[in-house]
């Protein structure tokens, strides 16, 4: 038996012994979380600093601050989120008890990336814990230190039969990719998201992607470029442009795009000072291999600014490309470093061409001071979210679902959506054994003057909320009359 057969029998056997289920038992597995990174925000730190050069500030700002809002959004409302669900009835079910139980799915696989790894690994586990599943993490091996600290602190803070902690590369997640899960939540590519979907084909499994591609930005020549261009700048370099929802490219008219250029130039230096290289709150391209891509994808294109590399540090200055052609290289993939190519085009009507030739986006970025220009972006296009005048911003919204469309994915999560996706919504209907003659309707022989009460009682619903008890016992009257009447046949 291999060490992720283990893990995975293991997870199910203490799934089966029910205690995940207990609300108090998830909630403490919550609480225990947050201790973790109250406790070891200073490792955590460290190990990311190792992996992707991000500052302990930094790390706080876009991994672990994000994760403790979600735990306390969940700790919050997991009793009304896991309570049983009221629905509408119909004429037909009003003196039955109708609702929605929801329930676990069993035992859940999480598959974590490198460029985000505590934000996109611990927030699907805090929704896995939340609907009462057992999971097992498999953190991304590219971010060798920061796995290592999760392999280490996990168990230290949770329950480690019920959520696991699995190791490794590539052979390793074929390995977990070979045993039965309940579901599966990936993040990554949409290369290795088909090759997970296949996999959990075999056992009808059901996945969240959590996917990315090309993100476009439009921007209007009517808006305050000067704060455009510092917000894009900042969604593009963050993370030395290594974000699933980082805008890709950045499309307007060629009258401003030597304008975008130098406010993209002087945000750029507003953040990353003279020289990024030295700047700490600058990151680096997670390896050589990747270091390899982004610069190959320069070829053919024009840099606007930066351009400055060092491979031996994984390096690469934010940079501008102009003029660039949709045919050019940097254009056949999604980027995932710091180029901001800038496409020309007439205006609105050919941007949402454009954006609507190319496969769904993760996100879409508008910025114009015209609502009927957003309007018209939001209403001929799709994307898996939209945003206008900002970037990135919507992945903290609790509220909203993040998740890709199409190709950038399927599923969604955080807050109340990582527990629904989590969870079996199951239908749940009681009926008590007496009133038998209204089912005299539904009984054979069928006859026109029964499908007539049929349609009268189960087309029209009932909303007890609003009609209150003294129209039930009205309802329930009518009822009995028709009881009555059936049982006179």
Same mark, same amino acid.
């Given at each position: 038996?291999?060490? &992720?057969?283990q893990?995975?029998?293991?997870?199910?056997?203490?799934?089966?012994?029910?205690?995940?289920?207990?609300?108090e038992? +998830?909630?403490?597995?919550?609480?225990?979380?947050?201790?973790?990174?109250?406790?070891?925000?200073?490792?955590?730190?460290?190990?990311?600093?190792?992996?992707?050069?991000?500052?302990?500030?930094g790390t706080?700002?876009?991994?672990?601050?994000?994760?403790e809002?979600?735990l306390?959004?969940a700790?919050?409302?997991?009793?009304?989120w896991a309570?049983?669900?009221?629905?509408?009835?119909?004429?037909?079910?009003?003196?039955?008890?109708?609702?929605?139980?929801?329930?676990?799915?069993? %035992?859940?696989?999480?598959?974590?990336?490198?460029?985000?790894?505590?934000?996109?690994?611990?927030? @699907?586990?805090?929704?896995?814990?939340?609907?009462?599943?057992?999971?097992v993490?498999?953190?991304?091996?590219?971010c060798?230190?920061?796995?290592?600290?999760?392999?280490?602190?996990?168990?230290?803070?949770?329950?480690?039969?019920?959520?696991?902690v699995?190791?490794?590369g590539?052979?390793?997640?074929? !390995?977990?990719?070979?045993q039965r899960?309940d579901?599966? =939540?990936y993040?990554?590519?949409?290369v290795?998201?088909?090759?997970? *979907? !296949?996999?959990?084909?075999?056992?009808?499994?059901?996945?969240?992607?959590?996917?990315?591609?090309?993100?476009?930005?439009?921007?209007?020549k009517?808006?305050?470029?000067?704060?455009?261009?510092?917000? %894009?700048?900042?969604?593009?370099y963050?993370?030395?442009g290594?974000?699933?929802?980082?805008?890709?490219?950045?499309l307007?008219? @060629?009258?401003?795009?030597?304008?975008?250029i130098?406010?993209?130039?002087?945000?750029?230096?507003?953040?990353?000072?003279?020289? @990024?290289?030295?700047?700490?709150?600058?990151g680096?391209?997670?390896?050589?291999?990747?270091?390899?891509?982004i610069m190959? *994808?320069? &070829?053919?294109?024009?840099?606007?600014?930066?351009?400055?590399n060092?491979?031996?540090?994984?390096?690469?200055? @934010?940079?501008?490309l102009?003029?660039?052609?949709?045919?050019?290289?940097?254009?056949?993939?999604?980027? =995932?470093?710091?180029?901001?190519?800038i496409?020309?085009?007439?205006?609105?009507d050919e941007?949402?061409?454009?954006?609507?030739?190319?496969?769904?986006?993760?996100?879409?970025?508008? =910025?114009?001071?015209?609502?009927?220009?957003?309007? +018209?972006?939001?209403?001929?296009?799709?994307?898996?979210g =939209?945003?206008?005048?900002d970037?990135?911003?919507?992945?903290?919204?609790?509220?909203l679902?993040f998740?890709?469309v199409?190709?950038?994915? *399927?599923?969604?999560?955080?807050?109340?959506y990582?527990?629904d996706?989590?969870?079996h919504?199951r239908?749940?209907?009681?009926?008590?054994?007496?009133? &038998?003659?209204?089912?005299? *309707?539904?009984?054979p022989?069928?006859?026109?003057?029964? /499908?007539g009460?049929?349609?009268?009682?189960?087309?029209?619903s009932?909303?007890?909320?609003? %009609?209150? +008890?003294m129209?039930?016992?009205?309802v329930?009257a009518? %009822?009995?009359?028709?009881v /009555?009447?059936y049982y006179?046949?």
């Open positions: 038996m291999s060490r &992720e057969q893990a995975v029998a293991r997870a199910r056997k203490a799934f089966e012994t029910g205690r995940s289920k207990s609300v038992h +998830r909630i403490r597995q919550l609480k225990n979380l947050q201790r973790l990174f109250t406790e070891k925000q200073s490792v955590i730190s460290a190990a990311v600093k190792k992996d992707l050069n991000k500052s302990e500030a706080q700002l876009y991994e672990t601050l994000g994760l809002g979600e306390n959004t700790i919050k409302h997991l009793k009304e309570a049983p669900r009221p629905v509408e009835k119909n004429l037909l079910t009003i003196s039955d008890t109708v609702y929605i139980k929801p329930e676990p799915l069993g %035992v859940v696989l999480i598959i974590g990336a490198w460029n985000y790894p505590w934000a996109v690994t611990i927030q @699907p586990l805090i929704g896995a814990i939340a609907a009462g599943n057992a999971a993490i498999k953190p991304s091996e590219v060798v230190h920061t796995a290592k600290v999760m392999e280490d602190l996990l168990p230290l803070y949770i329950d480690k039969e019920l959520y696991p699995v190791t490794g590539v052979s390793e997640t074929q !390995e977990l990719l070979r899960f579901h599966i =939540f993040t990554g590519n949409s290795v998201g088909k090759l997970i *979907m !296949e996999a959990a084909a075999k056992n009808l499994t059901p996945v969240t992607l959590e996917l990315g591609g090309k993100s476009p930005c439009y921007i209007d009517n808006c305050d470029l000067t704060i455009a261009c510092r917000r %894009v700048a900042w969604g593009k963050t993370n030395c290594q974000t699933c929802i980082a805008p890709d490219y950045i307007c008219e @060629p009258s401003i795009q030597d304008r975008v130098e406010e993209v130039k002087k945000a750029i230096k507003e953040f990353y000072t003279d020289n @990024p290289k030295t700047c700490p709150d600058y680096r391209i997670i390896n050589q291999r990747h270091f390899k891509r190959n *994808m320069l &070829e053919g294109s024009t840099v606007a600014a930066g351009g400055d060092e491979e031996s540090d994984c390096y690469i200055a @934010p940079t501008v102009r003029d660039v052609k949709p045919e050019a290289k940097v254009m056949q993939e999604e980027i =995932f470093g710091p180029l901001l190519p496409l020309s085009v007439s205006g609105l941007a949402i061409k454009f954006i609507n030739k190319g496969e769904k986006p993760l996100a879409l970025y508008c =910025f114009s001071s015209d609502n009927k220009v957003i309007n +018209r972006m939001t209403d001929e296009t799709s994307s898996g =939209f945003l206008a005048n970037c990135l911003v919507h992945f903290s919204v609790g509220a679902p998740g890709g199409g190709n950038s994915g *399927m599923g969604c999560y955080h807050g109340k990582s527990f996706q989590l969870s919504l239908s749940c209907l009681i009926k008590k054994l007496n009133m &038998e003659g209204v089912n005299r *309707m539904r009984y022989p069928h006859t026109l003057k029964k /499908l009460w049929a349609r009268f009682f189960i087309l029209n009932v909303d007890l909320g609003w %009609v209150g +008890r129209a039930l016992l009205a329930m009518v %009822v009995a009359a028709v /009555l009447q006179l046949l």
